[in-house]
Protein backbone atom coordinates (compact mmCIF):
# COMPACT_ATOMS: atom_id res chain seq x y z
CA UNK A 1 0.00 0.00 0.00
CA UNK A 2 2.56 2.45 0.71
CA UNK A 3 4.68 1.97 -2.93
CA UNK A 4 1.11 3.37 -4.15
CA UNK A 5 1.12 6.50 -2.39
CA UNK A 6 4.15 7.00 -2.28
CA UNK A 7 4.18 9.91 -4.69
CA UNK A 8 1.85 11.76 -1.76
CA UNK A 9 5.19 13.50 -0.66
CA UNK A 10 5.28 16.32 1.89
CA UNK A 11 6.17 18.76 -0.36
CA UNK A 12 2.42 17.87 -2.32
CA UNK A 13 0.90 18.41 0.63
CA UNK A 14 2.59 21.40 1.45
CA UNK A 15 0.78 22.97 -1.82
CA UNK A 16 -3.07 22.32 -0.50
CA UNK A 17 -3.36 25.53 1.66
CA UNK A 18 -0.80 27.37 -2.05
CA UNK A 19 -3.93 25.89 -3.78
CA UNK A 20 -7.00 27.18 -1.20
CA UNK A 21 -4.93 30.80 -1.58
CA UNK A 22 -4.69 30.93 -5.22
CA UNK A 23 -8.72 29.50 -6.01
CA UNK A 24 -9.22 32.22 -3.54
CA UNK A 25 -7.61 34.98 -5.95
CA UNK A 26 -9.43 33.38 -9.12
CA UNK A 27 -12.99 33.97 -7.49
CA UNK A 28 -11.67 37.78 -6.28
CA UNK A 29 -11.19 38.42 -9.97
CA UNK A 30 -14.37 36.89 -11.23
CA UNK A 31 -14.81 33.00 -10.91
CA UNK A 32 -17.89 32.01 -10.19
CA UNK A 33 -17.98 29.96 -7.31
CA UNK A 34 -20.08 27.45 -8.93
CA UNK A 35 -16.36 26.84 -10.67
CA UNK A 36 -13.90 27.09 -7.51
CA UNK A 37 -13.54 22.84 -6.99
CA UNK A 38 -12.63 22.48 -10.86
CA UNK A 39 -10.21 25.07 -10.39
CA UNK A 40 -8.93 23.63 -7.09
CA UNK A 41 -8.03 20.52 -9.56
CA UNK A 42 -6.21 22.23 -12.19
CA UNK A 43 -4.11 24.28 -9.93
CA UNK A 44 -3.28 21.44 -8.21
CA UNK A 45 -2.20 19.98 -11.00
CA UNK A 46 -0.34 22.77 -12.23
CA UNK A 47 1.34 22.29 -8.73
CA UNK A 48 2.10 18.75 -8.69
CA UNK A 49 3.88 19.52 -12.02
CA UNK A 50 6.24 22.02 -10.05
CA UNK A 51 6.99 19.32 -7.06
CA UNK A 52 6.45 15.84 -8.82
CA UNK A 53 7.48 13.65 -11.83
CA UNK A 54 5.57 11.43 -13.73
CA UNK A 55 2.40 12.05 -15.30
CA UNK A 56 0.54 9.42 -13.39
CA UNK A 57 1.80 11.34 -10.09
CA UNK A 58 1.53 14.77 -11.04
CA UNK A 59 -2.14 13.70 -12.15
CA UNK A 60 -3.36 12.03 -9.42
CA UNK A 61 -1.16 13.94 -6.89
CA UNK A 62 -2.97 17.10 -8.59
CA UNK A 63 -6.19 15.53 -8.41
CA UNK A 64 -6.19 15.03 -4.70
CA UNK A 65 -4.47 18.33 -3.97
CA UNK A 66 -7.29 20.34 -5.58
CA UNK A 67 -10.20 17.97 -3.46
CA UNK A 68 -8.08 18.01 -0.51
CA UNK A 69 -7.96 21.68 -1.04
CA UNK A 70 -11.40 22.20 -1.73
CA UNK A 71 -12.23 20.35 1.61
CA UNK A 72 -10.03 22.25 3.33
CA UNK A 73 -12.12 25.14 2.51
CA UNK A 74 -15.57 23.90 3.10
CA UNK A 75 -14.71 22.32 6.09
CA UNK A 76 -13.21 25.68 7.44
CA UNK A 77 -16.41 27.21 6.58
CA UNK A 78 -18.65 24.64 8.15
CA UNK A 79 -16.77 25.17 11.18
CA UNK A 80 -16.08 28.94 11.26
CA UNK A 81 -20.21 29.31 10.41
CA UNK A 82 -21.26 27.08 12.43
Do not use: C
Not at 55 to 81: D, E, H, P, Q, R
Amino acid sequence: MTESLSFLTPALMATIPVVVALVQVTKQVGLNDRYAPVASIVIGIGLASIVTVGWVSILVGGIVVGLSASGLYSGTLAVKNG
